[in-house]
């Protein structure tokens, strides 16, 4: 890990080499940690799945939430989401800032599945650190970033809390003093009717409702409002029902493999998708969401799931494959 002094006077930081080395990290799918106003992020490049997995892995997280996608500017945000009037409003007058804004994805948007845990939904942040900013630019890439730190501790709002949770997963500090916000940013959906707050932040309510000329519904305690993250429906259902520790397969069902000791009747399954032949859980992660979908065969079909071992990341691939399984009506 190398840690970065970064001074608000440094001149030009764009044509210093350690910008450049970052640059390459990040495009070479490593893990840095970057501040923003609100709290220190843990950033990858959002348009690789085996990075994105390397976030969640780094966390200890139990179950994939959808990470926030990082870009430099609004232009580069339509690449990857619609935005409805409500969304150009808030953009212009609150970007770059602390403000999330939940939208639905563009099919065109190369954001890997892992970062929006299959959703077809993004949440995407222009944040005013010059530094992520200029990353952002000079990659060329959107960057997933939660907070940085451990899953179940507070957000990093010094560069020695992130390097006391995640040093050995990371490969640049960025350090640029404590974060002037000091919470994660305020996050709106504006997926459906309802413009929905789901989770308070650094942008206050009343400053939002004043720009969108109506009042926020809170998630959860209005029927028309979407659910809170890591709620059920706010994650990929597949159609087809889910059989999880599949020790046998049958004609009709799709089989989602993991290594290459295959059950019995694999051979006539209607399909094969591997999570890792390799039986390497980060890339199991990062294939999770996607394979599900190409499993997919449709309602009345099953897809069965060969045993995924419990440790490392695959408690969370585990924690999603149960969420999927649940009966839903
Ligand atoms: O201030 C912040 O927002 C910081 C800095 C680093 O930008 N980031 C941050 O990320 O707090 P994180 O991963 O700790 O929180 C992201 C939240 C999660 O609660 C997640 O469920 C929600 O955003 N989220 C992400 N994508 C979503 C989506 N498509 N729909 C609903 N919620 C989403
Ligand atoms: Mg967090």
Not at 68 to 74: F, R
Not at 127 to 143: E, I, N, Q
Request: with cysteine.
């Amino acid at each position: 890990m190398k840690l970065w002094r970064l001074s608000p006077s440094d001149p030009q930081l764009e044509e210093m080499q350690i910008f450049q080395d970052i640059c390459d990290a990040l495009s070479d799918g490593k893990l840095v940690a970057i501040p923003t106003e609100t709290v220190y992020g843990l950033a990858a490049d959002a348009t690789n799945g085996k990075a994105c997995a390397g976030i969640y892995e780094a966390k200890g997280r139990p179950s994939f939430n959808p990470l926030i996608s990082h870009i430099d500017s609004l232009e580069a945000a339509q690449t990857h989401a619609f935005f409805d009037d409500r969304a150009l409003k808030l953009a212009t007058e609150f970007w770059p800032g602390p403000l999330t804004l939940v939208l639905p994805k563009l099919p065109t948007s190369p954001v890997s599945d892992l970062a929006v845990a299959g959703l077809e939904t993004i949440a995407l942040r222009v944040p005013r650190s010059a530094v992520m900013r200029a990353l952002c630019k000079r990659t060329g890439l959107p960057l997933a970033a939660p907070s940085a730190n451990l899953s179940g501790r507070i957000s990093g709002t010094t560069a020695t809390d992130v390097i006391n949770d995640l040093k050995d997963h990371l490969s640049y500090v960025i350090d640029s003093g404590a974060t002037p916000v000091g919470v994660e940013s305020t996050i709106v959906s504006l997926v459906s009717e309802r413009p929905t707050l789901l989770r308070p932040g650094g942008l206050a309510r009343e400053d939002i409702e004043a720009v969108l000329g109506e009042p926020l519904a809170r998630a959860g305690t209005d029927d028309s409002a979407p659910m809170a993250p890591g709620m059920l429906t706010s994650h990929y259902a597949p159609n087809s029902h889910i059989r999880l520790n599949a020790d046998y397969v049958t004609e009709s069902e799709a089989l989602i493999t993991f290594g290459t000791d295959l059950p019995k009747g694999a051979d006539k399954a209607a399909r094969l998708v591997s999570l890792s032949d390799s039986m390497d859980l980060t890339e199991a992660a990062a294939r999770l969401f996607t394979a599900l979908r190409l499993a997919d065969l449709g309602r009345n079909r099953k897809i069965a799931v060969m045993p995924i071992p419990h440790h490392g990341l695959g408690e969370a691939i585990n924690d999603r494959l149960a969420r999927a399984a649940a009966p839903r009506e």
